[in-house]
């Protein structure tokens, strides 16, 4: 078991406190909850072009109904990546991102902009 699971497989406080406070690029943040939710959440990044044309990196996550990943996208919606990436969310679960290609390695606070 990881760091950022406890020992039932759901994310661990201590994990879900660092993605609060994460400093760090886009890549790296995306990186940081698909290692939180890859057990039981479905996960892609795809290279597209947005609506104006220009290159992104579009994230999908569908926590299919976990409670662990649906813990994950709660604290997600309260960070600067979810307030500057955030495209969409459907029921069922599925939350989309779309974070501009010039933005996608770009160090900054993603965590909660409040702590």
């Given amino acids: 078991m990881s760091d950022l699971l406890d ?6 406080e201590a994990a879900l406190a660092a993605l609060d406070r994460f ?8 990186h940081y909850v698909s ?7 479905v996960f892609a990044v795809d290279d ?3 609506d104006w ?5 579009r994230l999908t996550l569908v926590t299919g109904g ?6 994950v996208i709660g604290r997600l919606s309260d960070t600067m990546f979810h307030f ?14 779309v974070v501009p290609a010039d933005r996608w390695e770009a ?5 909660d902009p409040r702590l």
């Fill in 7 to 12: 020992d039932n497989g759901y994310p661990a």
């Fill in 23 to 30: 400093q760090g690029s886009p890549r790296e943040l995306v």
């Fill in 35 to 41: 290692e939180m939710v890859r057990e039981y959440g």
């Fill in 48 to 50: 597209i072009n947005d």
């Fill in 53 to 57: 044309g220009r290159a992104a990196k």
């Fill in 66 to 71: 976990w409670s662990g990943c649906e813990e």
């Fill in 84 to 97: 500057l990436y955030w495209e969409s969310s459907w029921r069922g679960g599925k939350h989309t991102y």
């Fill in 107 to 111: 160090e900054a606070l993603m965590g």
